[in-house]
């Protein structure tokens, strides 16, 4: 099957992802339910390795490719975390939670990096490895710091 179709096939899945975050939006160091769900999914996946807690609710997948050849590492990253302002539109899958909400396309963002765990772990059509970071705390909280002083750069 072609790659576009296979991500193609995939879009509906992503899409409903994104929106069940975009519904439960949750603030720095506070992305519990987030991180569990990203953690469920790429389990779920066949993601070769999982760890959560990383800068407290960071979570970090590791998906080794069909060569391990080459010894090459890639790293993506997506940032979890919402802001605290009240939304005010009328969407099917807008904030239930007051005052918070998914202003800045994160949930899009960790959407897409599980959209692309998803492909990865299906056809694991590459010679090395994929870390996908999934991120707390970006507006303002250091997550990316919190997550470097656990170990992130060192142990992947």
């Not at 929106?19 to 469920?40: C, N, S």
């Not at 969407?91 to 994160?106: F, N, Q």
Request: aromatic content about 4%; proline content about 4%.
């Amino acid at each position: 099957m072609p790659k576009t179709d296979i991500i193609a096939a995939l879009t509906p899945e992503i899409t409903a992802i994104r929106r069940d975050i975009h519904r439960h939006p949750e603030l720095m160091y506070e992305e519990r339910r987030t991180a569990g769900l990203v953690a469920e999914k790429l389990k779920e996946w066949g993601v070769d390795e999982v760890v959560t807690g990383l800068g407290q609710t960071g979570v970090v997948g590791v998906i080794k490719g069909k060569g391990q050849g080459s010894g090459k590492v890639i790293a993506m990253r997506a940032d979890m975390d919402a802001l605290p302002i009240h939304e005010e539109t009328n969407l099917e899958h807008r904030s239930t939670v007051p005052g918070k909400m998914h202003a800045c396309g994160h949930d899009g963002h960790t959407a897409m990096l599980l959209g692309a765990a998803r492909y990865l772990t299906q056809t694991r059509d590459f010679d090395g490895t994929a870390v996908l970071i999934f991120q707390p705390a970006e507006e303002g909280g250091a997550g990316a710091k919190a997550m470097i002083d656990d170990g992130l750069i060192s142990r992947f």
